[in-house]
């Protein structure tokens, strides 16, 4: 009986913990979200492309980490209510090493207006995803909001990074990322009471990462039973009942 009460508390403990998973944590810190991941991460960056490439209703995968694949708008609506078109981005400063996510309005260098609103699909439950944004523009807290696993991250103007220049003009990358305490399929890009096209922006370096395996706590659990001592054989004799026989006649 001993053995059956804790393997009934070994699994409550297991599944429980599992089940408790952390809550859901916001980052405007590259360094900060990446050190909380629970796992590896895969990124996309959008080098492997041409700039121009379009993405409207694409499915793009990230290299490295968990493999999945980040689906994007067949368009999308900026703050004025033009249809505009996702594409790769190659002539403007970015946080990795050529091209980055816009659109396709060369008026404004191809890069999204603020009030656009983007929402991507995951081809698989994430725990993680976090992204760059990078402006030449004077922002405000709260300007862009990233949202997944039911977290909003918030933009702070304090946490920037200057990445380059371009026509003169300086551009700084911020940064939003959400750990989750368990798995979401999709993540978007909103905005702050007031904004719409104030400023411009381009997105770069898409991370995500993998959500546990919901048969993880299972595999411990048969490991620790594994090793739980097998319970020994009573050692006093055992007494054997013989059947009376009737004497033959």
Do not use: H
């Not at 004799?237 to 013989?242: A, E, L």
């Amino acid at each position: 009986m001993k053995i059956v009460r804790l393997f009934g508390r070994l699994t409550a403990l297991l599944l429980g913990a599992y089940a408790a998973a952390g809550p859901a944590q916001p980052f405007t810190d590259t360094t900060a979200f990446l050190n909380a991941l629970p796992g590896p991460a895969g990124v996309l960056a959008f080098d492997g492309l041409a700039g121009g490439s379009d993405l409207s209703g694409a499915t793009l995968n990230v290299t490295g980490g968990p493999g999945t694949g980040i689906r994007f708008p067949d368009s999308v609506l900026d703050w004025q209510g033009a249809t505009l078109r996702l594409q790769v981005v190659g002539d403007n400063p970015t946080s990795s090493p050529a091209n980055s996510l816009g659109v396709d309005d060369p008026g404004n260098f191809n890069s999204i207006s603020g009030g656009t609103f983007i929402d991507l699909g995951l081809t698989a439950p994430v725990s993680a995803v976090g992204l760059s944004f990078i402006t030449p523009d004077d922002l405000s807290d709260d300007d862009i909001r990233l949202i997944a696993g039911n977290e909003t991250a918030s933009l702070l103007v304090d946490d920037r990074t200057l990445v380059g220049t371009f026509g003169g003009n300086p551009y700084y990358a911020y940064f939003l990322g959400i750990v989750a305490g368990s798995g979401f399929n999709s993540a978007s890009i909103r905005y702050g009471a007031g904004t719409g096209g104030a400023f411009f922006f381009n997105a770069d370096d898409l991370t995500l990462a993998a959500a546990p395996l919901p048969g993880t706590p299972l595999l411990i659990l048969g490991g620790a039973l594994a090793a739980l001592p097998r319970r020994q054989r009573s050692s006093r004799p055992s007494v054997r009942r013989g059947r009376s026989c009737a004497s033959a006649p």
